[in-house]
């Protein structure tokens, strides 16, 4: 039963694709065979006229399509185009020589029609317009063609990594879908793909046009050869019959090879221009109406001059004038309709793009870059998953990320900017993998010893052959890939402040819902300015505390701003009503880790924070001896709880909890360091020791 529904479903879909599939595999048999079996006249006038249909019909599509790639199958539309042509010469080749001396429609009416209506019954006319015909195809049409179509498809390749970058840069800023990505990828290997057929494609016609010498050559002096000796012909009239037969068959595969050669020359020489031929040409070359005015001057000059026709100068010089005065009309009609936006002014086109930096940059050598090419869309994919876990996490939306390459970064180099300023810098090695060892023991395999640098651990690079084996053995091989994105999600984490510009503040507040916006309209600027926001919400930040749950930031802000100013004060504040969030975030398993510092040092930072009259600190002075103990000690406590696999955070006293953190960071720039105030209730905690 499964069988019988599973034929059911299939073979409709195959019967739908066959007739097509067989016409056309059909119709290639058939050219092939005209190579070598006898064709009748009526087949071979039948074959020509749909060479000259097929070559109008190209014509007529290069003229009307908007972009090459509309055309993409123009090369094997092309190839067969040639095929049917050289079928056909080798038929009527036949027919010349076999039937030659029956008269001038021995090898079809097409072939002498054309031979009576071009040559106008003189084969030395016709030999003239043949070689004419060849010349103008072969040297002009064909070879401009191929020239523009080589550079073409030369200026294509070079400019592929920069064009991939381009479209993971949008996508990494979400100016467009993973969708509108696949496509212009796709696009883009479509056209240097096209480009490069076209390179090809066009030496068939040139080849053609040689083909169509020497089949001429070899129709006439056979043809004269067997007319002499075969049919008993005087010379003359042997040279008479198959030099037209033969220069009329030369002319009708000719006419269609030009009418190609001139559809394949429209084609890519549209280039960058989109649009049809009209708009491509006409709309460009009417865009200067005094040039037109100054060409008209001349033809009506020229249409003076004793012993010039006068008429065709000055119709010419008319219709010019006419052009030229039409221009300024249309233009004065475009300029009473509201112009579009995108007519704007480009701000690229003046100095002031060169003074913007990006907020962020990821910048490769190389080397480097060129291997990201071919994983350009795994990459684009990743960072964006990366911009959007961060904003799931923090609240905010990261910058978007400019992916550029530089000769001043090391072939296999890349370094991470903000702001224009590299904060981090690493080496990628194509062909290797990164086994991060540590403190371990390191792997029985030939490679480099490198720092990891998104941690500072210790790792090997060992080429990827050793990958399995690595993995039997217990170790982690990691791809260069997500070295690099591990790398720039630290970096990320560690600037969160700087990436959080004031746009990006107004964007979020902008966001919120209307009663939280008439909060915000009650708070700023009476309260506290919005620069003053930006720097709690940027205080949060560089403590890597989530601003995600912007409206209870604000109530909290609400509660203090009238009675402080400072905004570590006010940051400070909204730590604490974040408890039950920031100890959430930091727990592991449900269980909050701290190591508490010890009651020696709890004393000594409390006695070092200087008050004035009303209690409040007004600076932080501890004694340098005591502060390079401090580190001391705290470096060594810290390390043995890390290298133990604990996560956990330092806990110390609400006032003392940001000196605290000051000294802390410069040791470990991503250990938490909370206040007894910002142990929410209800969570579950966990001593490791204290710093004493």
Request: net charge neutral; aromatic share 8%; charged share 20%.
């Amino acid at each position: 039963m499964s069988r019988a529904t599973t034929a059911s479903t299939v073979l409709p879909a195959i019967e739908v694709k066959q007739p097509r599939d067989f016409y056309f595999a059909t119709a290639v048999v058939i050219i092939i065979a005209f190579f070598f079996l006898p064709i009748p006249p009526f087949l071979i006038d039948f074959g020509l006229a749909l060479s000259i249909a097929l070559a109008v019909s190209i014509l007529m599509l290069s003229l009307w399509i908007q972009k090459p790639l509309e055309f993409s199958s123009f090369p094997t539309i092309l190839l067969v185009a040639t095929i049917l042509r050289l079928a056909l010469n080798l038929a009527s080749t036949r027919m010349i020589l076999s039937h030659g001396a029956e008269g001038i429609t021995a090898a079809g009416y097409i072939i002498g029609g054309f031979s009576t209506l071009v040559m106008g019954g003189d084969f030395a006319i016709g030999i003239i317009v043949f070689i004419i015909l060849v010349t103008v195809n072969f040297l002009v049409i064909t070879k401009g063609a191929t020239r523009i179509a080589e550079v073409g498809a030369r200026f294509t390749l070079d400019a592929i990594p920069g064009k991939q970058m381009a479209i993971d840069a949008d996508l990494s800023a979400g100016m467009i879908d993973e969708h509108e990505a696949r496509r212009r990828r796709r696009e883009l290997e479509e056209e240097s793909a096209f480009f490069g057929a076209m390179d090809g494609a066009s030496k068939f016609v040139r080849g053609d046009a040689i083909a169509g010498i020497i089949i001429l050559c070899v129709n006439i002096f056979g043809g004269m050869m067997l007319g002499v000796f075969r049919h008993n012909m005087p010379f003359g009239q042997a040279a008479d019959v198959f030099t037209k037969l033969s220069v009329g068959e030369g002319l009708v595969a000719q006419i269609p090879a030009l009418i190609v050669s001139l559809g394949a020359g429209l084609l890519v020489s549209k280039g960058g221009v989109r649009g049809s031929a009209e708009q491509a040409i006409l709309g460009q070359f009417t865009q200067y109406p005094r040039a037109m005015m100054v060409a008209a001057g001349l033809l009506f000059a020229l249409a003076l001059m004793p012993g010039l026709p006068f008429m065709p100068f000055a119709t010419l010089g008319s219709i010019l004038a006419l052009g030229s005065r039409f221009k300024p009309l249309t233009e004065a009609l475009d300029q009473v309709a509201p112009a579009p936006e995108s007519q704007a002014p480009d701000a690229r086109d003046t100095m002031r793009e060169y003074l913007r930096t990006p907020e962020m940059e990821l910048c490769f050598g190389r080397q480097l870059a060129a291997k990201l090419v071919v994983d350009h869309e795994q990459l684009a994919v990743r960072v964006t998953k990366l911009r959007r876990k961060f904003a799931k996490e923090y609240g905010f939306i990261v910058p978007e990320i400019k992916l550029t390459d530089s000769l001043s970064t090391p072939p296999r180099g890349y370094e991470i900017k903000i702001h224009g300023t590299v904060v981090g810098r690493g080496e990628l090695r194509p062909g290797e993998v990164l086994v991060v060892t540590g403190d371990g023991p390191a792997p029985a395999y030939p490679g480099d010893e490198v720092q990891e640098p998104a941690f500072g651990l210790k790792a090997y690079w060992i080429a990827q052959t050793f990958q399995s084996q690595l993995k039997s053995e217990g170790f982690v091989p990691v791809d260069g890939l997500s070295v690099l994105l591990t790398h720039l999600s630290e970096v990320v984490r560690n600037n969160l402040s700087q990436l959080l510009s004031y746009k990006d503040m107004r964007a979020l507040v902008d966001r919120l819902d209307p009663e939280y916006k008439k909060l915000v309209e009650d708070l700023c600027p009476a309260q506290i300015s919005f620069p003053g926001l930006q720097s709690v919400l940027k205080l949060l930040l560089a403590e890597r505390v989530s601003i995600r749950n912007l409206h209870l930031v604000l109530e909290a802000i609400a509660e203090i701003a009238p009675h402080v100013r400072r905004a570590e004060q006010v940051a400070e504040h909204v730590r604490i009503k974040l408890a039950q969030q920031i100890c959430g975030d930091i727990s592991q398993d449900g269980v909050l880790k701290v190591l508490r510092l010890g009651a020696r040092w709890d004393l000594a930072f409390h006695q070092s924070l200087k008050r004035d009259p009303r209690g409040e600190v007004l600076e932080f002075d501890l004694d340098p001896r005591l502060l390079e103990e401090f580190s001391t000690e705290a470096g060594t406590v810290i390390r043995s709880k890390m290298s133990a696999g604990h996560r956990f955070a330092i806990l110390t006293a609400s006032e003392s909890r940001p000196y605290v953190r000051m000294i802390i960071e410069r040791l470990f720039p991503t250990l938490p360091v909370l206040s007894h105030a910002e142990v929410a209730r209800g969570v579950q905690v966990s001593s490791l020791g204290s710093v004493s």
